[in-house]
């Protein structure tokens, strides 16, 4: 009997030694996408600026890796957003246009993306902040649910405007609904024409608080004319100097009541697109107007955001990835004074073009890794573009899936490697061109070589273009005639990439 319970009790010691010390569960990080609209290379002042002051963005690139040649998938929203979440280049889409306000989802519910492949490994999934990807099938009513939507595509909390801020509906969305929706005061919407008696910004500029420049001449809400026309609805119509900190706070919620669980959320900033609207207490911040002051308004809500990750005890096993849909532009539609009190400030850095652009500032963005404890600061010049998200974090949470563009870049991420992508074919207005290595190669398009409304070079010409960002970031040399070789091995290239999508007259351009 003694020798059987020595038996026993070492069995048990054995039992519970070998129970110790089996490794505890992987903790899945959360992730957090942080994605400004309109926000250009130089205008952080870790990426050079000195007319503004961003110290919580500063914060962020100066303790993480920094990318200095980071993009997006594309110089306009639409198509950078789809690309970001899909993984798939935008020009793929013929429909990953800038849409109105009423345009259907261009996603299909089908398609992989981000928030559905992160579900599908035990995330919780959220969306704060500009969609713009398109809400519905083509009819939608406005006073009921809206679908699909972002819930469709593998978001499980949505909290957004329907498209942007200057176009109608001006209401915010949750989960499919109007938020605040008076059902005894529906909404309308069309964008061809308007509604009987309804004021426009074209017709009525007494009503005015915003003077619009172009394209921004119908529906006024809160004194702004918008795109689009609108009728009813006016308990949900937003205010629009409350929008950052509105969205801040629904994002700050989000994380609160999901810190028990791994999350992702993609915390999708309107700063600072037009209209350019700071709150009181940020007017006249940065000297420079509206355009300025709303930067400094976007910074100052990211600190808030990452105090709160702080306060809940998320930081260390957080990774946030912070970067712009597109590159700057300063008049987009409204008089903001965003020309006329720039200063020295320079909002593309040492690029060339902006917003719109197939030059370099059309979609070199600042590109922010922060992980405390994980990545170690750095200054990194691998290419890597927004699209590699979805393969990169799929590699992070153990999924081997992946699309046909999206590129697994995660030790680049992390800061683990200085190898990025070879080649990227960035996009502008559905025009294309290629970044290879240190070199872009822009084809021959027709059109104006500027965008005089916005006062951009949008990057066309009737020649090709080759430079070499290495010796001339600001793309000032075409070396095309003198590099025959590299051009024609860069033609190879991009035809190659672009397949059978790529139209049969431009094919023959590059022949």
């Known amino acids: 009997m ?31 996408v942080i994605y400004l609209d309109d926000l250009g290379y130089g205008d952080l002042g870790a990426y050079g600026a000195t007319g503004l002051e961003t ?72 969306i704060v902040g500009k969609w713009h990807l398109g809400l519905g099938d083509g009819i939608v009513d406005w006073n009921q649910r809206v679908s699909p939507g972002p819930n469709e595509v593998g978001f499980d909390y949505s909290y957004i405007m329907a498209a942007t801020q200057d176009r109608v509906p001006t209401v915010y969305i949750e989960d499919g609904y109007v938020d605040n929706l008076d059902p005894n005061d529906p909404i309308e919407v069309n964008y061809e024409q308007n509604f009987e008696g309804e004021p426009t910004g074209k017709d009525n500029p007494e009503l005015l608080t915003m003077k619009w420049h172009h394209g921004h001449n119908n529906s006024i809400v809160n004194g ?59 007017v006249g911040s ?9 930067i400094v308004e976007a910074d100052w809500c990211i600190g808030e955001f990452m105090k709160t990750l702080e306060a ?29 009190k720039l200063g020295d400030h320079q909002p593309s850095g040492p690029l060339r073009g902006g917003k719109y652009s197939l030059f370099e500032a ?30 990169s974090l799929a590699s992070l949470v153990g999924d081997e899936e992946t699309t046909t563009d999206s590129q697994n870049l995660m030790d680049v991420l992390m800061g683990k490697s200085a190898n990025g992508r070879e080649s990227l074919v960035l996009e502008a207005t559905s025009r294309t061109a290629l970044r290879q290595g ?5 084809p021959p398009y027709n059109g104006p070589a500027v965008n005089n409304q916005v006062n951009i070079e949008l990057g066309n010409s009737k020649e090709f273009q080759l430079y070499n960002l290495n ?3 600001g793309q000032q040399n075409n070396l095309a005639e003198s590099n025959p070789e590299k051009l024609e091995e860069m033609k190879e290239t991009f035809v190659a990439i672009r397949g059978k999508e790529y139209s049969k007259t431009q094919a023959l351009e590059l022949k």
């Open 312 to 340: 809940e005890g998320l930081l260390e096993n957080t990774l946030v990835i912070l970067s712009s849909d597109n590159g700057p532009v300063l008049n987009d539609g409204y008089y903001d004074e965003a020309v006329e």
């Open 362 to 391: 059309g979609t070199r963005v600042p590109f922010i890794t922060y992980w405390k404890g994980k990545i170690e600061p750095q200054v990194s010049d691998a290419l890597v573009c927004q699209l590699d998200l979805l393969a």
């Open 471 to 473: 010796d001339d970031l």
């Open 224 to 282: 702004i004319p918008r795109i689009g026309f609108m009728k009813g609805g006016e308990a949900a119509k937003w205010s629009d100097v409350d929008m950052a900190d509105h969205f801040l706070a629904k994002a700050q919620e989000y994380v609160r009541s999901h810190k028990q669980e791994p999350f992702f959320l993609y915390y999708a900033m309107q700063q600072p697109h037009v209209p350019r609207t700071p709150h009181p207490r940020f």
């Open 438 to 442: 240190d070199w872009l190669m822009i």
């Open 55 to 126: 110290p919580n963005m500063d914060a962020l690139a100066n303790a993480g890796v920094k990318f200095t040649d980071g993009h997006a998938t594309s110089a306009t929203c639409t198509p950078s957003r789809y690309g970001l979440l899909t993984g798939v280049y935008p020009w793929r889409n013929k429909d990953a246009n800038i849409l109105p306000g009423t345009a259907p989802l261009i996603i299909d519910t089908a398609q992989v993306t981000i928030p559905k492949m992160l579900k599908k490994n035990g995330y919780q999934t959220a």
């Open 286 to 294: 940065s000297g420079m107007g509206p355009r300025g002051d709303v």
């Open 2 to 32: 003694k020798n059987l319970l020595l038996t026993t009790t070492c069995l048990a010691a054995v039992s519970a030694c070998t129970t110790s010390e089996k490794p505890a569960p992987e903790i899945k990080p959360n992730i957090v």
